[in-house]
């Protein structure tokens, strides 16, 4: 069975930070592409950042540019981002996702964690 | 900043093809996505690159594009087709990724 399972959210104040993981199991992280989404409260659902395969290339949301960073260890099979500077607009379930075809096809995602950012 | 844009819901009765669009300057060149999200649930994949479906994804959902516009076709909709369904795409310089609005299916 292929999975992802997200860990790491929880509750912080407003210019804190908190890094999120994203295990991988029943395949092989390191033959593809990964993204991070969230989902405000109530909201839609927002792309907040892309790594390629072997970690060389990184993309980011405006919105996060500067304060996230995501990041991979493909001999733990595990997904991270870290998260700086948090806002309370960064409140929201971030997911993990897998792109199988290396073009935003996200195939595979987690069931999500919650972060809550307040005072 | 670029921009996705779907109506926020869509009604059909059982048995009748909803229709959902989605609309953005770069389509003609950038492929689409289309994600299902039930309530309480992660996302689901059931259109990619425009018009194909992923495997154990039913016959009756489809996709196409045309010029600016990007449609996600269900064909005879079910009520376990209810759902947020939501567009995703890149920009034309191709790195800044961004999901519609979402849009609302009620099969009733």
């Known amino acids: 069975q292929v999975h992802l399972v997200e860990s790491g959210g929880g509750v912080v104040q407003p210019g804190r930070s908190l890094r999120l993981s994203c295990a991988a199991s029943?395949?092989?992280?390191?033959?593809?592409?990964m993204h991070w989404v969230r989902q405000a409260p109530g909201k839609g659902l927002e792309w907040v950042a892309m790594?390629?395969?072997?970690?060389?290339?990184?993309e980011y949301a405006d919105s996060v540019k500067g304060r996230f960073t995501i990041s991979r260890d493909n001999s733990k099979n595990t997904l991270y981002v870290q998260m700086n500077s948090l806002r309370p607009e960064d409140t929201a379930v971030y997911y993990c996702?897998?792109?199988?075809?290396?073009?935003?096809?996200?195939?595979?995602w987690g069931q999500g964690t919650m972060v809550t950012v307040s005072s | 900043s670029y921009e996705l844009t779907q109506p926020p819901s869509v009604s059909v009765s059982p048995g009748q093809t909803a229709r959902i669009t989605c609309s953005g300057d770069?389509?003609?060149?950038?492929?689409t996505y289309w994600y299902q999200q039930k309530s309480g649930q992660a996302p689901v994949l059931v259109i990619y690159?425009?018009?194909k479906r992923p495997s154990g994804i039913p016959e009756r959902f489809s996709g196409s594009s045309s010029g600016t516009k990007a449609t996600l076709t269900i064909i005879g909709a079910q009520a376990e087709d209810e759902a947020d369904y939501y567009c995703?795409?890149?920009?034309?310089?191709?790195?800044?990724?961004?999901f519609g609005g979402g849009t609302k299916l009620t099969v009733l």
């Open positions: 770069a389509l003609p060149k950038i492929y």
């Open positions: 790594i390629s395969h072997d970690g060389t290339n990184e």
């Open positions: 029943g395949f092989t992280l390191s033959g593809f592409p």
């Open positions: 995703f795409s890149t920009d034309s310089r191709g790195n800044q990724r961004v």
């Open positions: 996702a897998r792109d199988f075809r290396g073009g935003d096809a996200l195939d595979i």
């Open positions: 690159e425009d018009s």
